[in-house]
Each structure stands twice: as C-alpha cells, then as structure tokens.
C-alpha cells in the first residue's frame, strides 16, 4: 500500500532553520507531483510548496524566499528546507502525493508538528 513518512519536525527558535524529510513508498514516485501541507490550530489545511518530477516548484507567497523543495526520485524522497522561520510557520506538515493525471491517486503522510517559539 501506499505510505508516506514524514521527520524532521521539532521546536525551533525564531530565525532558526529546520529540514523535514518525507519517504513514499508503494507509488511511481516519478508520476506523482510532491508537496508540503501545513495546517495551523484552528485553521484550514494550506500549500507550502509543491515539485513535479523534472524539478519544476511551486511556492506560497508567504514562504518564497525562505523555504526550499527539493526532491530525489532514485530515493523516492521530498525534501523541505525551511529557513529563517517565523512563528507563524508553526504547524503541522503533512507530506502529499498527488498523481500527474489521477485525481483519486491522492495520498498523505501523518504529518509531524514544526514548532516556531522562543
């Protein structure tokens, strides 16, 4: 079946950096576009940042600039570099894979909790 693992979540002071890792298994990995989800208390699920598989990202405008994706298809593993982190990056990261051209092939990692505080 299909699985996505997430780490690399933790507490983090403000202007700190922290790198989550994300591994799937049971998909083309190629075939899915990857991408980080983080959902705040209270508030809705919300794209960080996405990649399809030739490299090409996608970011929301509050994390351009600080945060970077990153992927490697031969270990079937995304990457979120996150820099310079504000408390408002506090949430929970959820990892997704979404299939190129199957809208129901549609899977989540548990997500891991980042947590932004001095």
């Given at each position: 079946?299909?699985?996505l693992?997430?780490?690399g979540g933790?507490l983090v002071q403000?202007?700190?950096?922290?790198r989550l890792?994300?591994?799937?298994?049971?998909?083309?990995?190629?075939n899915?576009v990857?991408?980080?989800?983080r959902q705040?208390p209270?508030?809705q699920?919300?794209m960080?940042?996405?990649i399809?598989?030739s490299?090409?990202?996608?970011?929301?405008?509050?994390?351009?600039?600080?945060?970077?994706?990153?992927r490697?298809?031969?270990?079937?593993?995304?990457?979120?570099?996150?820099d310079?982190?504000?408390?408002?990056?506090?949430?929970?990261?959820?990892?997704?894979?979404?299939?190129?051209?199957?809208?129901?092939?549609?899977?989540?990692?548990?997500?891991?909790?980042?947590t932004?505080?001095?």
């Amino acid at each position: 079946q299909v699985q996505l693992v997430e780490s690399g979540g933790g507490l983090v002071q403000p202007g700190g950096s922290l790198r989550l890792s994300c591994v799937a298994s049971g998909i083309i990995f190629s075939n899915y576009v990857m991408g980080w989800y983080r959902q705040a208390p209270g508030k809705q699920r919300e794209m960080v940042a996405t990649i399809i598989s030739s490299g090409i990202t996608n970011y929301a405008d509050s994390v351009k600039g600080r945060f970077t994706i990153s992927r490697d298809n031969a270990k079937n593993m995304v990457y979120l570099q996150m820099d310079s982190l504000k408390p408002e990056d506090t949430a929970v990261y959820f990892c997704n894979a979404r299939h190129i051209l199957r809208v129901v092939a549609n899977y989540w990692g548990q997500g891991t909790q980042v947590t932004v505080s001095s």
